[in-house]
């Protein structure tokens, strides 16, 4: 379909961004197709007047874009740039070529089950992403969801918030975003605080809806539907048995009963994804263009986007699929290329994309040390102090091939002792134990490597109630750190009073009294934990104050009173 025209009292342009002509308009404002000074396709979205002249929204939504702009950008439709204090305040993201999920189900009905298990790990994915960076979507809805190549994309993410300034925003009966999919607490606050648990029913709701091509609590009308999700049972029938126990989970009424983001991620990857029965047409993209040569951007990530090219014969130009949208955000219809120019997402390549990097991504758990167990010292989980501790100058980060230590006595590692536990060399190998229910670390390499890096080490647990543990990034008492126990393999960033869990699996390859070589392979924003070779973990390291740090090797044991020792060879650590 052809794309809208500006109007005549449209601007032509915000910023330094060029309009060309409008993707849409909703509650909030219009979405429109722009270039950016370097010549890429951006969408923009320009906000009402009506919010622009409340200096109470104004507030809100910089503080909104500024978390919205620390979600990492896979499975998201990235937030480039914003002006709030501009007349016109508007938002700047990544234009995603792709039609949504409601125009691929009101065209072609519900999913065949296949397409719609990748769906559901790419959104799940999604919101691993935006809630590990502290946002919560509050309008996840089958409009929100753009298939494009490779990835669902979720866009409009968390913005929302920033409209609900004051009562005169909404009227009784009426709420801000799609009644739908909103969670029980969103309409009752009996049901509790409407945290990042919202989304994850909202998740249920559109997988449930892609699959079925129905809204699980359907009314004849808004307050209808309120009713239904307040006091029925979701309608799954039509739900494939592969997902069926998930979604019910997600809209579980009680929020404390649904999963995490990250629970849904690492489920999904653990349920065979059924066979192909058919493909979606709609769903196949063109090939895109090759993209301009790079340009200084103003944010730090800067997905790829489609150059502005000449119209011919046959190619893909944005400006000839754009149609009005989903209240908020560009919505595209796009028409079925010849096989040749096409490619299909696929539930294998999806799942082999985000296995590749979101396996245990972002979560928002947060462990909080109570006052009772920085009272007990037998409770005492925090790092213990050696008697012999590194010095205190931290010296320059390291960019190339860094450290190779067998451990087979003091060098880069020397022994230790504190009042929960020690390191000692012994039979060729560096020994952390730890007395009770502690953690220890050893004294390590000064060194602060920075960039990619890969860490590896041979480690061995003396008995399954022991955990190894590497930190890295690891500056004073902050970074990231990973725990190697018999039946589990977590990631976690360190604050100075919580733990994050970025990720965790459930898993039996650590087998105690036998060596296992653990390797933490860190990309950009990303980390991979392997074990023996095989990837068992992977997630996201969104802080970007972690971004260098010392890399550190100790025990923990958190379920025993007994001694528990963890033994270290053949550490290295490469950066470049």
Same mark, same amino acid.
């Given at each position: ?17 060029r309009?060309?002509a409008?993707?849409?308009?909703g ?40 978390r919205a ?6 499975c ?18 990544e ?12 065209e072609?009905?519900s999913?065949?089950?296949g397409?719609?298990h ?10 691993t992403a935006?809630?590990?960076a502290?946002?919560?979507?509050r ?34 009966g ?19 605080a ?7 029913f ?24 309120g ?9 799954l ?8 126990d998930?979604v019910?989970r ?14 849904l ?28 040569a ?5 944010v730090v ?13 046959g ?15 560009p919505r595209?219809v ?5 096989p ?14 985000l296995?590749?990097?979101l ?6 758990t ?8 920085r ?7 925090r ?5 012999a ?10 960019a ?10 003091? #060098?880069?590692?020397?022994e %230790? @002792? ?6 000692? !060399?012994? *039979?060729? $190998? ?7 229910r ?28 022991a955990c ?19 039946e ?6 360190l604050?100075s ?12 390859v ?16 990303h ?26 090797l #100790?025990?923990?044991?958190? %379920? @025993?009173p ?5 033994? !270290?060879? *053949?550490? $290295?650590v490469?950066?470049g």
């Amino acid at each position: 379909m052809a794309s809208r025209p500006l109007r005549p009292e449209d601007p032509r342009r915000l910023g330094d961004y060029r309009l060309l002509a409008r993707l849409g308009a909703g509650g909030m404002g219009t979405v429109f197709l722009a270039r950016d000074p370097q010549g890429r396709t951006v969408a923009v979205k320009a906000i009402r007047s009506e919010y622009a002249d409340n200096e109470e929204f104004r507030a809100r939504f910089r503080s909104e874009v500024d978390r919205a702009r620390q979600v990492p950008p896979f499975c998201t439709a990235a937030v480039l740039d914003a002006d709030p204090d501009h007349d016109t305040p508007y938002l700047v993201v990544e234009y995603v070529d792709g039609p949504s999920l409601q125009e691929v189900v009101e065209e072609h009905g519900s999913m065949p089950a296949g397409d719609l298990h990748g769906v559901a790990v790419g959104v799940a994915a999604a919101l691993t992403a935006i809630h590990g960076a502290g946002v919560i979507h509050r309008d996840l809805k089958p409009g929100n969801v753009l298939l494009s190549v490779g990835l669902p994309k979720v866009i409009d993410f968390g913005i929302s918030r920033a409209l609900d300034i004051t009562s005169r925003h909404t009227r009784t009966g009426h709420w801000m975003g799609t009644v739908d999919y909103m969670a029980p607490e969103r309409l009752d606050p009996g049901f509790g605080a409407a945290t990042h648990k919202a989304d994850i029913f909202a998740w249920g709701a559109v997988i449930a809806f892609a699959g079925t091509g129905r809204t699980p609590f359907h009314g004849e009308t808004d307050m209808a539907t309120g009713a239904q999700i307040l006091t029925k049972p979701p309608n799954l029938d039509g739900v494939p048995p592969s997902l069926a126990d998930i979604v019910e989970r997600a809209l579980t009424k009680d929020p404390r009963r649904r999963p995490t983001a990250n629970e849904l991620v690492q489920q999904l990857l653990v349920v065979r994804a059924p066979k192909q029965a058919r493909s979606l047409k709609l769903v196949r993209v063109p090939k895109p263009r090759p993209a301009p040569a790079p340009a200084p951007a103003p944010v730090v990530s800067r997905p790829a986007q489609r150059s502005a090219g000449r119209r011919s014969a046959g190619r893909f130009d944005p400006r000839d699929l754009i149609d009005e949208v989903s209240p908020d955000g560009p919505r595209r219809v796009i028409p079925t290329p010849s096989p040749r120019r096409s490619g299909l997402i696929t539930p294998r390549r999806l799942i082999y994309a985000l296995g590749t990097l979101l396996v245990g991504a972002v979560t928002v758990t947060t462990v909080t040390i109570s006052q009772a167990d920085r009272t007990d010292p037998a409770n005492d989980l925090r790092v213990a102090p050696a008697t012999a501790s590194p010095t205190a100058t931290t010296p320059l980060a390291q960019a190339g091939p860094a450290v190779s230590d067998s451990l087979r006595g003091p #060098g880069r590692f020397r022994e %230790s @002792s504190g009042p929960t536990g020690r390191c000692q !060399f012994r *039979d060729g $190998r560096l020994r952390a134990s730890v007395q009770g229910r502690a953690t220890y670390q050893c004294v390590g390499p000064p060194e602060s490597f920075a960039a990619d890096q890969s860490i590896s080490v041979s480690l061995e647990l003396a008995d399954d109630k022991a955990c190894g543990m590497v930190w890295f990034r690891y500056t004073g008492e902050r970074g990231y750190q990973v725990t190697a126990c018999t039946e589990e393999i977590q990631l976690e960033e360190l604050g100075s009073a919580v733990l994050n869990s970025i990720g965790k699996v459930q898993t039996k390859v650590l087998t105690p009294l036998t060596p296992h070589e653990v390797t933490i392979a860190v990309q950009a924003h990303h980390a991979t934990v392997s074990v023996d070779g095989v990837p068992s973990l992977q997630g996201a390291l969104a802080n970007s104050d972690l971004a260098a740090g010392r890399v550190q090797l #100790g025990v923990t044991n958190t %379920s @025993s009173p007994a001694a528990s020792e963890v033994s !270290f060879a *053949d550490f $290295r650590v490469l950066v470049g």
